[in-house]
Nanobody, 125 residues
Framework: QVQLVESGGGLVQPGGSLRLSCTAS????????LDWYCQAPGKQRELVAA???????NYGDSVKGRFTISKDNAKKTGYLQMNNLKPEDTAVYLC???????????????????WGQGTQVTVSA
């Protein structure tokens, strides 16, 4: 069964950095596209960063210049590098990946979507 496993969250002081990871387990050929969302208590889930299949990236206005999204297909892992963290970044962060399970999926532009379980990021002095 294909799953996304997130790691890297934690408690960090304002101005600090964290790198979140999102690793696909099971039989996976590669990551086709990747998104990171955040959800703070009482707020709606919000798109933080997106990595399109051809490499184009998009970021939410509040994180531009501070966060970087990337992936390593050899490791079947996506990343969110978070720098200069602010208290308002505190939230549960979730990854969503569109996955190629086989080479045939890549050739035929077919993908399967999975969500990670979420990892807590707390920015506080």
């Amino acid at each position: 069964q294909v799953q996304l496993v997130e790691s890297g969250g934690g408690l960090v002081q304002p101005g600090g950095s964290l790198r979140l990871s999102c690793t696909a387990s099971g039989l996976v050929f590669g990551i086709y596209a990747l998104d990171w969302y955040c959800q703070a208590p009482g707020k709606q889930r919000e798109l933080v960063a997106a990595l399109a299949p051809r490499g184009t990236t998009n970021y939410g206005d509040s994180v531009k210049g501070r966060f970087t999204i990337s992936k390593d297909n050899a490791k079947k892992t996506g990343y969110l590098q978070m720098n200069n963290l602010k208290p308002e970044d505190t939230a549960v962060y979730l990854c969503r990946a569109k996955l190629h399970l086989t080479y045939a999926d890549q050739v035929n532009d077919r993908y399967f979507e999975r969500w990670g379980q979420g990892t807590q990021v707390t920015v506080s002095a």
